[in-house]
């Protein structure tokens, strides 16, 4: 069964984009993102404690889970949301964050002492090509974009969470109970990110059923499906293998824009998916 979590993660977390998509209509981002980090905590603080789960037995354990939550979630979220609600176009968001790959590579190497081998740098390199293919029509589409280069700020935080926060956590916790863990991760995020929100943002909220079900979505499937996935994927596995199925994000995203919203898959995009894939096979094999 465990084989199939990284397929199974890579789904999930690809239909991040599909859920931000439904509900950023209705909300700011950080508001958006603090209404998810509240039900979030009251679910998995609910599950703890009917569980009877395990609570670390250290300061020194909160403050490194409560860190890589900040990191993956308030930071790389935060990122993404925000860049996307400016106006940064989905498939230039994917292109920048698919950096991630190479960064953790350079850093598992540097700080973990994990050795990459030349087969797994043809690997990740293919694969950053594969996503550049897949979104180039979007690409080359917005290139004229006014302010593009503030747009990007944000996605360039969130690239600098999300690498940061996988090998903070394969470093310094990579392994904690999944329930209290979730918690602990997400406490200090909702008070970053509503700090944050009182200061950007008019905190308003235009409830509807498009946006029920988007906040729903994105609090189940991804930040207790996927997240929790995520965290099994860092306990058992490389920092370079983890990092690598980010790479199989863009191309899963497209199939279900394609098949939901009925966008346009073009030839390159299709032939960018096939590079990728392999490109993650070899990083992985």
Same mark, same amino acid.
């Given at each position: 069964?465990?084989?199939?979590?990284?397929?199974?993660?890579?789904?999930?977390?690809?239909?991040?984009?599909?859920?931000?998509?439904?509900?950023?209509?209705?909300?700011?981002?950080?508001?958006?993102?603090?209404?998810?980090?509240?039900?979030?905590?009251?679910?998995?603080?609910?599950?703890?404690?009917?569980?009877?789960?395990?609570?670390?037995?250290?300061?020194?354990?909160?403050?490194?889970?409560?860190?890589?939550?900040?990191?993956?979630?308030?930071?790389?979220?935060?990122?993404?949301?925000?860049?996307?609600?400016?106006?940064?176009?989905?498939?230039?968001?994917?292109?920048?964050?698919?950096?991630?790959?190479?960064?953790?590579?350079?850093?598992?190497?540097?700080?973990?002492?994990?050795?990459?081998?030349?087969?797994?740098?043809?690997?990740?390199?293919?694969?950053?090509?594969?996503?550049?293919?897949?979104?180039?029509?979007?690409? *080359?589409? %917005?290139?004229?974009?006014?302010?593009?280069? !503030?747009? +990007?700020?944000? &996605? /360039?935080?969130?690239? $600098? #969470?999300?690498?940061?926060?996988?090998?903070?956590?394969?470093?310094?916790?990579?392994?904690?109970?999944?329930?209290?863990?979730?918690?602990?991760?997400?406490?200090?995020?909702?008070?970053?990110?509503?700090?944050?929100?009182?200061?950007?943002?008019?905190? *308003?909220? %235009?409830?509807?059923?498009?946006?029920?079900? !988007?906040? +729903?979505?994105? &609090? /189940?499937?991804?930040? $207790? #499906?996927?997240?929790?996935?995520?965290?099994?994927?860092?306990?058992?596995?490389?920092?370079?293998?983890?990092?690598?199925?980010?790479?199989?994000?863009?191309?899963?995203?497209?199939?279900?824009?394609?098949?939901?919203?009925?966008?346009?898959?073009?030839?390159?995009?299709?032939?960018?998916?096939?590079?990728?894939?392999?490109?993650?096979?070899?990083?992985?094999?």
């Amino acid at each position: 069964m465990t084989r199939f979590y990284p397929l199974l993660f890579v789904l999930l977390w690809s239909t991040g984009f599909i859920g931000a998509r439904y509900g950023m209509p209705y909300a700011e981002p950080l508001s958006f993102l603090c209404l998810r980090y509240m039900l979030v905590i009251l679910l998995m603080g609910g599950v703890a404690l009917a569980s009877r789960a395990p609570w670390p037995q250290t300061p020194r354990q909160f403050l490194h889970i409560g860190v890589t939550g900040l990191l993956v979630h308030g930071v790389y979220l935060g990122g993404v949301f925000v860049a996307i609600s400016h106006g940064l176009p989905a498939g230039i968001a994917a292109l920048v964050v698919g950096l991630q790959p190479l960064l953790t590579a350079l850093g598992a190497g540097l700080l973990l002492g994990e050795k990459v081998r030349p087969r797994q740098w043809a690997g990740l390199v293919l694969g950053l090509a594969g996503v550049a293919l897949v979104v180039s029509n979007k690409v *080359a589409g %917005t290139a004229g974009t006014p302010q593009l280069t !503030a747009m +990007l700020t944000p &996605v /360039l935080l969130a690239l $600098v #969470g999300i690498t940061a926060g996988t090998l903070y956590q394969k470093r310094f916790c990579p392994a904690f109970d999944l329930r209290t863990g979730s918690v602990i991760q997400f406490v200090p995020t909702l008070l970053a990110t509503g700090l944050v929100a009182t200061q950007t943002e008019a905190l *308003a909220v %235009t409830w509807s059923g498009h946006f029920v079900f !988007a906040l +729903l979505w994105l &609090v /189940l499937v991804l930040s $207790v #499906g996927a997240v929790s996935l995520l965290n099994l994927l860092i306990r058992s596995g490389s920092a370079v293998n983890v990092a690598s199925l980010f790479y199989l994000t863009p191309p899963t995203t497209a199939l279900i824009a394609w098949a939901v919203f009925g966008e346009t898959l073009t030839g390159l995009a299709l032939a960018g998916m096939g590079v990728t894939v392999f490109g993650v096979w070899l990083a992985r094999k």
